[in-house]
């Protein structure tokens, strides 16, 4: 088998990149899987927005009163009353809403003067409003209090507008009896279309510019072995390693969401879908190894494929968010129908009444592109070795 | 002989085609990627009226007030809140499961209740509002133990509900952080400018290269060399940032801010920080060229994502947590220098941030024209 043993050492010349695709897509998932907020589970939660109070009025009751009742209800950020840093907080989306108390506010507001805080926040989100509401929910009631009420104090005041705010409507959450939340796993095998396309390709694009120099590719021509014996032990070898590299990614899934994946339900699909992406990983490696001439190329041509297939199909950024001209385009690429086939499983794991169909369709579009792909491949080589002959 | 050798090194520059792919074309194909990916995330989405589904039963026919209060805040217009469906249980169960609707409303016996799928935003604002409804009922039953006369003109205040909020806007600059991803893929770019950088040193060190023995030999001053082999390399990282700038800004509408002058500068800084950084490490080191563009590139890309171009927020988590990182990080120089141009009506910060990235500049330039004016050789 010398040619079987000739793969492995030649190997040895991408695995550092190897090694390196694969190092950083774990560690970027270990961070993010410990970093997710773990989700109260049945129960409704209601939103917390980030938010950021700056007084300037004083400690004032109705400022405090406010500030308190703000601070129940959402999650106050403690800012600076500095334009440059206020700005800077709203750009990164660690506020999404500021509300000023300015000067002399109160003093209005006891006056039944037209008054008004400020608010900077995105224009027209829906968080703004949802603060907005709050906001005159709390100034509203303890207008009321005070015009038409007969409270004695300050204290009592603001206890009677607490009391009021203290009341809710019950919220009931139904739960499909799949999961509620989407869990780790599949954000996981969602971004491991990149590292997979970049693994795979590389290898296997790196053994064809080794075995296709016109030197090699002739000395092997007049050894005593038949091309279809160098080509068998080849192909032994591209499954060997595309297979390997699947393994130890699906490994890593196991020790990092092994109860998840099964409990899901998820496993059987995710499994599918990664080895049926793996095939076509193989078949585009295959071509590109064919195409180019030197390693200069070579990492262009996986650079440009792997961030161009999975920016546009909706690896990196979800499909829901990509415009429908790059998805109609999007749709003549392989990784498309991975993450079509993805999502759908990613609605079965919520839901398990979802069909099943809609999983195993875009699944058997990803093997034919695959099986398109070695044809031009084959037709590639073919072609090339009668020219040299 | 300056302009001499200069236009040969141009020339000589121009034809390396791989360093022109990475340097040029593939910050082109990023720009176009991320204009892909973040194009629809770049129009922040206006706020839709939330769609939810009333039950239809004697109970919400009873509750005037309640339909009063939803009828209000679903009247189509500037204030709209909700969009109302009143139908059977059994559609307002299908529109739910569906998820069409947000929430459903189910008044009974027991009062008002509400019913969702997820806890999300909009589910949390159809709270607040029926929150609102049983809330004003109790400052109703409070106001009126304490003053049962109040009654009439406390109907009639209810009605009138005062909104204390103005809008307020800190400059004209809408938040987008998606921004932060193209500013820091420009800085990048002028990063990339190292390549040409390493390139020139390998070529001016007779242990390196071949061409660099050949150069020792000739009797051409060395600070000659260097300085038309750098300017070389400043004209080419530097046109290709203007390349990419024109690209983002004319055809791919990414927002830049106004200030041509400014933009131009800190264009020009960054691209003599990329080359001065490149030419530094070349002539400190002896590895091989392809060892130290590896590493070059790892460097760059290091930096690069602490200045947020894989994912904006490190760039605000790194300003917060070690706010001395990002003033050695060229890569973070630049982008903020972008940003504080964008966002601050002040100039400031674009100052401090040019200030920073010229003394990095002039600190790599010293550095590498000491280490190669020392260069002697015993025989060449």
Redesign the interface.
């Known amino acids: 088998m010398p040619v079987f043993k000739a793969y492995f050492k030649v190997l040895r010349a991408a695995l550092p990149g190897i090694v390196s695709y694969m190092a950083i897509f774990l560690a970027l998932s270990v961070v993010f899987t410990f970093a997710a907020p773990s989700s109260a589970g049945g129960q409704f939660t209601q939103s917390k927005i980030a938010m950021a109070v700056i007084n300037r009025d004083g400690e004032s009751p109705v400022a405090t009163g406010l500030t308190d009742y703000l601070a129940s209800t959402n999650k106050l950020v403690d800012l600076p009353d500095n334009p440059d840093q206020l700005q800077d907080a709203l750009f990164f989306r660690r506020v999404e809403y500021v509300v000023i108390i300015p000067a002399g506010f109160e003093a209005g507001f006891l006056a039944d003067d037209d008054v008004a805080l400020e608010r900077v926040a995105v224009p027209g989100s829906t968080s703004s409003h949802y603060v907005d509401h709050q906001v005159d929910k709390y100034l509203n009631t303890l207008r009321l209090h005070r015009q038409h009420g007969r409270t004695a104090n300050w204290d009592e005041l603001l206890s009677a507008v607490q009391k009021d705010l203290a009341k809710e409507t019950p919220v009931q959450l139904q739960t499909a009896s799949g999961t509620a939340e989407t869990p780790g796993f599949i954000y996981y095998f969602g971004y491991l279309a990149y590292t997979l396309l970049a693994v795979v390709m590389l290898g296997i694009s790196t053994i064809m510019l080794a075995f296709n120099k016109p030197d090699v590719q002739q000395r092997t021509a007049c050894s005593p072995l038949s091309t279809r014996r160098v080509n068998l032990q080849l192909a032994v070898g591209h499954t060997l390693f595309a297979v390997t590299a699947w393994a130890i990614l699906m490994a890593f899934a196991f020790i990092m969401y092994g109860k998840e994946m099964i409990t899901s339900g998820g496993l059987g699909w995710v499994t599918l879908n990664s080895l049926a992406f793996t095939i076509v990983c193989a078949s585009i490696g295959l071509l590109v190894g064919n195409l180019v001439r030197d390693h200069n190329t070579q990492s262009a041509a996986v650079n440009v494929l792997t961030l161009g297939m999975s920016f546009i199909s909706g690896v990196f950024v979800p499909q829901s968010v990509l415009s429908p001209a790059v998805l109609s385009f999007a749709k003549f690429l392989p990784s498309y129908w991975y993450v079509r086939t993805h999502e759908a499983i990613h609605e079965l794991v919520l839901s398990p009444l979802t069909n099943t169909m809609q999983i195993a369709g875009p699944l058997l579009i990803q093997l034919g592109f695959a099986a398109a792909i070695f044809a031009v491949t084959l037709l590639l080589s073919k072609e090339r070795r009668v020219s040299m002959s | 002989m300056f302009w001499h050798l200069f236009a040969y090194r141009l020339k000589c520059l121009l034809r390396n085609r791989?360093l022109i792919?990475?340097t040029l074309l593939?910050p082109l194909?990023?720009a176009t990627?991320?204009h892909?990916?973040?194009?629809?995330?770049m129009t922040?989405?206006?706020?839709q009226p939330i769609k939810v589904a009333v039950v239809d039963n004697v109970a919400y026919r009873r509750d005037i007030g309640l339909q009063q209060m939803l009828s209000a805040i679903s009247e189509p217009g500037d204030g709209q809140?909700l969009d109302l469906t009143i139908t059977d249980p059994e559609q307002a169960a299908e529109l739910?499961e569906e998820r069409t609707v947000a929430g459903t409303i189910l008044v009974s016996e027991q009062?008002?209740?509400?019913?969702?799928?997820?806890?999300?935003?909009?589910?949390?604002?159809l709270?607040?509002?029926?929150?609102?409804?049983?809330?004003?009922?109790?400052?109703v039953s409070?106001?009126l133990q304490?003053?049962p006369n109040?009654a009439p003109?406390?109907m009639a205040?209810?009605q009138q509900?005062?909104?204390?909020?103005?809008?307020?806007?800190?400059?004209d600059a809408e938040?987008?952080?998606m921004l932060i991803m193209f500013y820091a893929l420009i800085a990048n770019t002028c990063l990339f400018g190292s390549s040409w950088g390493l390139k020139n040193s390998t070529d001016t060190q007779a242990n390196l290269s071949d061409q660099g023995l050949r150069r020792s030999a000739a009797p051409t001053h060395k600070l000659r060399i260097i300085l038309s082999d750098t300017l070389a390399a400043l004209v080419i990282t530097y046109s290709e940032v203007l390349i990419l700038l024109g690209y983002l800004g004319l055809v791919l509408g990414v927002q830049l801010g106004n200030e041509l002058g400014y933009i131009l500068m800190i264009a020009l800084l960054g691209s003599l920080t990329g080359v001065a950084w490149g030419t530094m490490f070349g002539t400190l080191f002896r590895q091989s060229e392809a060892v130290k563009g590896g590493i070059i590139t790892v460097v760059n890309l290091t930096f690069s994502f602490f200045s947020g171009m894989m994912f904006?927020?490190i760039?605000?988590i790194v300003?917060q947590a070690a706010p001395w990182f990002s003033y050695i990080n060229p890569t973070a120089l630049i982008s903020d220098a972008f940003?504080s141009l964008y966002?601050?009506d002040?100039h400031e910060?674009f100052f401090l941030n040019a200030g920073l990235l010229g003394v990095t500049a002039v600190v790599l330039s010293v550095v590498s024209y000491l280490g190669l004016r020392s260069e002697r050789y015993a025989s060449l």
């Open positions: 791989g792919f990475w593939f194909f990023m990627l991320f892909f990916a973040f194009g629809n995330l922040t989405g206006t706020f809140l739910l009062g008002v209740a509400l019913e969702v799928k997820r806890s999300g935003l909009n589910q949390s604002v709270k607040a509002v029926l929150d609102d409804y049983v809330q004003t009922a109790s400052t409070q106001i304490q003053n109040a003109e406390l205040a209810l509900r005062i909104h204390y909020t103005v809008e307020k806007n800190l400059s938040p987008n952080i904006a927020d760039k605000y300003d940003y966002i601050f002040s910060r």
